[in-house]
T-cell receptor
Framework: GQNIDQPTEMTATEGAIVQINCTYQ??????LFWYQQHAGEAPTFLSY??LDGLEEKGRFSSFLSRSKGYSYLLLKELQMKDSASYLC??????????WGAGTKLIIKP | IAGITQAPTSQILAAGRRMTLRCTQD?????MYWYRQDLGLGLRLIHY???????GKGEVPDGYSVSRANTDDFPLTLASAVPSQTSVYFC????????????FGEGSRLTVL
């Protein structure tokens, strides 16, 4: 079966760095996506990786290793507004998105 | 710029009643999707449409139906609601089915009693 694993919850301190991991087993691979979802709101797109390596976008970076079935989202200089759930999703060979359950990130002052 | 509009935002419904959740997008996207989101679970795909006039079943289609008469509208109908359909429903769209950058509506919180 297809599976996406990510930690349920993480806590970090304002101004620090946090890494949210995602491992996946899917039927084929057509890209890995990270979304941010604030409580009570809709998910919003953060990043996309299809090749191995690091993609940087401001304070957020996303890394992919296809051979290991592994990705991480790195958030730097954490701000209170980064408190949210972060969803990892993989597009399989049928172009269907398989979603992880999300990681709730709690930022403490 | 509206993006995707869902209605209603919230609804309480008696079991056995019929309910239609509306979804409209103004981005001229080809692909549209309906997901449900339940605590502790990832987004689960109910139905999708790759282009106007076509629809397909997702992971959890039972008890739901959709139609795609035109590019902009993609309503989701619960023919006879059951309590297990209590959830938050998100409509989303993307330029095409190969694009994983989805744009989501604000969600419809449905409670079936």
């Amino acid at each position: 079966g297809q599976n996406i694993d990510q930690p349920t919850e993480m806590t970090a301190t304002e101004g620090a760095i946090v890494q949210i991991n995602c491992t996946y087993q899917t039927s084929g691979f057509n890209g890995l996506f990270w979304y941010q979802q604030h409580a009570g709101e809709a998910p919003t797109f953060l990043s996309y990786n299809v090749l191995d390596g690091l993609e940087e976008k401001g304070r957020f970076s996303s890394f992919l290793s296809r051979s290991k079935g592994y990705s991480y989202l790195l958030l730097k200089e954490l701000q209170m507004k980064d408190s949210a759930s972060y969803l990892c999703a993989v597009m399989d060979s049928n172009y269907q998105l398989i979603w992880g359950a999300g990681t709730k990130l709690i930022i403490k002052p | 710029i509206a993006g995707i509009t869902q209605a209603p935002t919230s609804q309480i419904l008696a079991a056995g009643r019929r309910m239609t959740l509306r979804c409209t997008q103004d981005m001229r996207h080809n692909a549209m999707y309906w997901y449900r989101q339940d605590l502790g679970l990832g987004l689960r795909l109910i139905h999708y449409s790759n282009t106007a006039g076509t629809t397909g079943k997702g992971e959890v289609p039972d008890g739901y139906s959709v139609s795609r008469a035109n590019t902009d509208d993609f309503p989701l109908t619960l023919a006879s609601a059951v309590p297990s359909q209590t959830s938050v429903y998100f409509c989303a769209s993307s330029e095409d089915r190969e694009t994983g950058e989805l744009f989501f509506g604000e969600g419809s919180r449905l409670t079936v009693l």
